[in-house]
């Protein structure tokens, strides 16, 4: 819970831009999809612009709008994938097709 009252503090704040450095590492799987439910609510009604930098995959599928994805120091993009799933997002989008092809799309700037 202390991750979650970091992110709700720093939306009480009303920044212009919202700056989250893997605020989801500490946490064990339930707990992170919950926090990100919770973020995904405040952030509907704030409406802030956010930049979420995880080495998560799922975790940007299903938060963002647009995945960055940089290459090894020095950084360049890879690549910048437009992530198209309807918000409100829910759980079950995590085992949907549409998902998975998002996914997918990451997971190969990797290769790359």
Do not use: N
């Not at 995904?40 to 975790?59: G, P």
């Not at 599928?61 to 918000?87: E, H, W």
């Amino acid at each position: 819970m202390k991750q979650l009252v970091a992110i709700c503090r720093a939306f009480a704040y009303e920044p212009d831009v919202l700056l989250l450095d893997e605020p989801f590492s500490a946490l064990d799987f339930a707990t992170t999809r919950k926090v990100e439910m919770d973020l995904l609510s405040v952030w509907s009604e704030k409406k802030k612009t956010a930049l979420c930098i995880s080495h998560d995959v799922d975790d940007a599928v299903f938060l963002a709008d647009k995945v960055m994805v940089l290459s090894p120091r020095p950084a360049q993009i890879k690549g910048i994938i437009t992530i198209d799933l309807p918000r409100p997002r829910t759980m079950a989008m995590f085992t949907s097709p549409e998902f998975f092809a998002l996914r997918s799309q990451v997971l190969e700037l990797f290769s790359l």
